[in-house]
């Protein structure tokens, strides 16, 4: 039972130009959700996040939307860099996890970004 | 600063083994989760530990154990190896930021079963 769904296992975009991927999930007890990076031989590294309070979250060239009502979340790199190409995952968890009582996150497959240069 | 350091970094095994897998936190860390990443898949969480307890478990099998130590280091061990425990094991410690604990993974270890 996937909790976090990425239906596009790659994307690919032109260097300078939007990046847009996205998530859904459908565990209503997530309230929390975050970005990572992934490049290979490393592990994942934290992006952005947000709370199921707000809607939009910057960082940078980075924007993370979430739509509650349709329990989907989008993440927006502008403008796209050659860097950028790595394995991105979304992941969730709880709304209990501020207490160190649970910081269980589950993660969505994972997109495989391409800038093209 | 160092980041989560894991040990080794490859590891190959046969069906039946037993084997250890090791993490360094971060300095001032003191919680540290196990994640499997198997290929084409999302990491999944097996373990977390706070101050040397166990505060949340995975849906994996009795086989999975992990404990931690004084010093806030933490292994995973896995008994009776299965040629489908072949994954990336990531480990990950985290702090405190108030209304959400950020999470630092290491580069995991990558475990062949034959």
């Known amino acids: 039972d996937q909790q976090v769904k990425q239906n596009s296992p790659s994307l690919s975009v032109q260097e300078g130009r939007i990046s847009i991927l996205n998530c859904d999930y459908t565990?209503?007890?997530?309230?929390?959700f975050l970005w990572y990076k992934k490049y290979p031989a490393e592990g994942p590294t934290f992006l952005i996040s947000?709370?199921?309070?707000?809607d939009k979250n910057e960082d940078g060239r980075f924007t993370v939307f979430l739509n509650k009502s349709a329990k989907h979340l989008s993440l927006h790199i502008v403008p796209s860099q050659p860097g950028d190409s790595a394995v991105y995952f979304c992941a969730a968890s709880p709304s209990s996890w501020a207490n160190f009582g649970n910081e269980k996150l589950t993660f969505g497959t994972g997109t495989r970004l391409t800038i093209i240069p | 600063d160092a980041g989560v350091t894991q040990s080794p970094t490859h590891l190959i095994k046969t069906r039946g083994q037993q084997v250890t897998l090791r993490c360094s936190p971060i300095s001032g860390h003191k919680s540290v989760s196990w994640y499997q990443q198997v290929l084409g898949q999302g990491p999944q969480f097996i373990f977390q530990?706070?101050?040397?307890?166990?505060?949340g478990r995975g849906n994996f099998p009795d086989r999975f154990s992990a404990r931690q130590f004084p010093n806030y280091s933490s292994e995973l061990n896995v008994n009776a190896l299965l040629l489908g425990d072949s994954a990336l094991y990531l480990c990950?410690?985290?702090?405190?930021?108030?209304?959400?604990?950020?999470?630092?993974f290491g580069p995991g270890t990558r475990l062949t079963v034959l």
């Open positions: 530990y706070y101050e040397k307890e166990e505060r």
């Open positions: 947000i709370s199921s309070i707000k």
């Open positions: 990950a410690s985290s702090f405190s930021r108030g209304s959400y604990n950020e999470q630092f």
């Open positions: 565990n209503s007890m997530f309230d929390y």
